[in-house]
């Protein structure tokens, strides 16, 4: 499994997360992203779409590590 982070500090609200990973992000009140899912399974369907958003996040807030 592989832990989903968000580095609020780096985050500047884009967006671009929570429109390519919908099943894993979704926006707050502000247009900041809000994990819906924490954990993902790298074997899972939805994985993809998680690596999507890491890759397209401007500023590099949205990162995968092991999960304990």
Do not use: W
């Not at 968000?6 to 992203?33: A, N």
């Amino acid at each position: 499994m592989k832990r989903i982070n968000i580095d609020t500090s780096k985050c500047s609200g884009h967006g671009r997360c929570y429109t390519v990973s919908p099943d894993f992000f979704d926006p707050d009140d502000e247009g900041f992203p809000v994990l819906l899912v924490q954990d993902v399974d790298p074997d899972s369907d939805g994985y993809q779409s998680v690596l999507d958003a890491v890759d397209n996040c401007p500023e590099r807030a949205i990162t995968l590590t092991d999960a304990e």
